[in-house]
Structures are given as structure tokens and as C-alpha cells.
């Protein structure tokens, strides 16, 4: 059974930063795109980044570009978001994502995705 699982979120002031991670499991996902999206109250889900399976990266870039890094372990089978310089716009729910050779820009239209964990911001 094929599992995503995200975790690392949490409550952190503005301007902070935390590390989210994407731990997957059931196959191995070196030849799948893997990314975040992410689900403000009321909103539909946003595309935040991706990374390729040949490891080439894209950003949402009018909101999270300059400060979001994505990155991938494959031998741990684990994708990572580092986010720096938090603002209370980029509080959501966090979700990671997964499909074979390339992300759909829809989070429900991807062929895995996880259960999501909080990223909460306070002024």
C-alpha cells in the first residue's frame, strides 16, 4: 500500500522557518515528481514546488520563490520543504504529492498525496 506522510509542521512567529518532510512508502519513487501543494481555510489547494524525477525544481513563484527550497532523498524515499522568512500568508495545511514523470498542477489529480500537517504563523 502506498503511503505519503508528511510531518514537520507546526506553530512558528513570523519570519521563522520549518522544515517539513514527505516520508513515502509502498514502492520506490525515483521515477516520480514529488511536490508540495498547500490549503489556506476557505481556498482551493496551491501548487508550492515540485522536484522531477531527473531532479529539476519549480516554485510557485509569486508567493514562495527565494524563500522555499525543495529537495529529495531518494534513498530514504523522502521529499523535504525548507521554509524560511514565514508570513502569516503561508499559513495551511501542507500537502505532499506524487506522480510518475511529471506533477499535475492540481493536487487531486496527481496519483498520491498525503493527509497533510498544519503550518501555523502568528504576528
Known amino acids: 500500500q502506498v503511503q505519503l506522510v508528511e510531518s514537520g509542521g507546526g506553530l512558528v512567529q513570523s519570519g521563522g522557518s520549518l522544515r517539513l518532510s514527505c516520508a513515502a512508502s509502498g514502492r520506490t519513487f525515483s521515477d516520480y515528481a514529488m511536490g508540495w501543494f498547500r490549503r489556506a481555510p476557505g481556498k482551493d489547494p496551491e501548487f508550492v514546488a515540485v522536484?522531477?524525477?531527473?531532479?529539476?525544481?519549480?516554485y510557485n513563484t509569486g508567493s514562495v520563490k527565494g524563500r522555499f527550497t525543495i529537495s529529495r532523498d531518494n534513498a530514504k524515499n523522502t521529499v523535504y520543504l525548507q521554509m524560511n522568512s514565514l508570513k502569516r500568508d503561508d499559513m495551511a495545511v501542507y500537502y505532499c504529492a506524487a506522480r510518475l514523470r511529471f506533477l499535475r498542477p492540481r493536487l487531486y489529480d496527481n496519483d498520491y498525496w498525503g493527509q497533510g500537517t498544519q503550518v501555523t504563523v502568528s504576528s
Open positions: 522536484i522531477s524525477w531527473t531532479d529539476d525544481i519549480s
